[in-house]
């Protein structure tokens, strides 16, 4: 994917430019908390009012707009063909923003499901997912004539085990800078990322940031 694609600067979506701005960190510093707060609310209603409006485009997008919505998709698949038959299987074509930002959509799902602590909500996640697959498949099945094929969509999550992240969390502590303040900014791009959990953030800035400044 090009590093040169701006990803605040843009068309309106769901986020206005100065709500991107505010979320990079771009802007926002005239903003007291009452201010910022407003504005993560209108966030949230038009992220809602964006996911709910997903049911509309499901059933009643026309195919062709579909396609060209999607076309990005089509042309990775053609370089991935192109690619196979140079026996090039161990090269990957790049992702363009379009494809980026529905693996970002899917993390966001995924960590907004988990982050409300229950493990209930880890079979809906799942369930949610597989009939979305399957009800998608069936319908291009539906109007390709393809009813014959069968369809078991599953999604499978293991978790690994607690040695495995805890080296993961140890490899990261490792790289961190030893300056104070590189190190604060630091944890905090990696919580923003949500590469460490808010709890390891909070422990590392205590060890690393707070302690040292009291010294």
């Known amino acids: 994917m090009s590093d040169e694609f701006d990803w605040v600067h843009r068309d309106r979506g769901v986020l206005t430019e100065r709500d991107r701005e505010i979320l990079v960190g771009e802007s926002g510093e005239d903003l007291n908390q009452n201010a910022l707060n407003q504005r993560f609310y209108s966030i949230r209603n038009r992220i809602e009012n ?73 079979v809906l996640m799942r369930g949610l997912v597989e009939n979305g697959l399957e009800r998608g498949f069936r319908q291009f099945q539906h109007e390709n004539h393809q009813t014959y094929r069968e369809i078991d969509a599953s999604l499978e999550l293991n978790y690994g085990n607690p040695m495995l992240r805890d080296n993961y969390l140890r490899d990261i502590q490792n790289d961190l800078p030893s300056d104070p303040s590189n190190i604060a900014e630091q944890i905090m791009a990696l919580r923003r990322q949500r590469k460490i959990p808010y709890r390891v953030a909070s422990q590392w800035i205590d060890e690393y940031v707070r302690t040292q400044s009291l010294e």
């Open 50 to 122: 964006s996911v709910l409006d997903f049911h509309l485009l499901a059933q009643h997008l026309p195919l062709t707009d579909l396609r060209q919505l999607f076309e990005p998709a089509y042309d990775w698949s053609r370089e991935r063909r192109r690619l196979n038959e140079q026996g090039r299987t161990s090269t990957h074509p790049d992702l363009s923003p379009f494809l980026l930002s529905w693996l970002s959509l899917f993390e966001f799902f995924s960590y907004g499901m988990y982050a409300g602590g229950k493990n209930e909500t880890q």
